[in-house]
């Protein structure tokens, strides 16, 4: 009961999120527009769903490539990066567990064929691998629009000084009009 309450609240969260977005304010228009993916993927950040805040990346570049969806890519990267970090500091392992477990279960055969692993490794493979990634996707930003791509890292930077210990639970709020 309590799981299908969370659905319903994060559903009915998400279809606001989705329309309070479009409602900007009147007059101004924003380099980076919200999409209706972005919109998900910073769901997914505040739920901890990592891999769907991923793949909704992936979604928003597959349908309109721009230097602005590599970044929010590579914003996911590596506040999963950042958010592994954290909970290792505070020892936290079952959580890793729980992580890497989000990022590995991809169908219903994972059930019955699940991934394995222990969570100090699991860390250790994921950190790099969204590493290397976020590398790749920063690149390939800058390719597409340096400019664009310099303003939206001055943005983030000033989000995680603003909220250093929850910064991976979201996207800045600029990138949210």
């Not at 990592?50 to 914003?75: F, G, K, N, V």
């Not at 000033?158 to 800045?172: D, I, L, V």
């Amino acid at each position: 009961m309590v799981c299908r309450r969370t659905f319903i609240a994060l559903f009915a969260l998400l279809v606001f999120l989705g329309h309070g977005a479009a409602s900007a304010e009147s007059g101004q228009v924003s380099a980076v527009t919200t999409h209706p993916t972005l919109a998900k993927a910073n769901l997914f950040l505040a739920a901890g769903d990592y891999r769907r805040a991923l793949e909704a990346c992936q979604r928003t570049i597959d349908d309109a490539p721009s230097a602005a969806h590599y970044i929010h890519l590579t914003y996911v990267y590596q506040a999963i990066d950042a958010y592994l970090e954290h909970l290792s500091q505070e020892e936290r392992w079952m959580a890793v567990e729980h992580l890497y477990l989000n990022l590995a279960y991809r169908d219903t055969e994972d059930l019955v064929d699940p991934p394995g692993g222990l969570a100090r490794m699991a860390k250790e493979m994921i950190q790099a691998s969204v590493r290397q990634q976020s590398d790749v996707s920063a690149a390939m930003a800058n390719r597409l629009d340096k400019a664009e791509s310099d303003r939206l890292w001055v943005e983030q930077t000033q989000w995680r000084a603003a909220n250093p210990k929850t910064w991976w639970q979201g996207m800045p709020a600029a990138w949210m009009r």
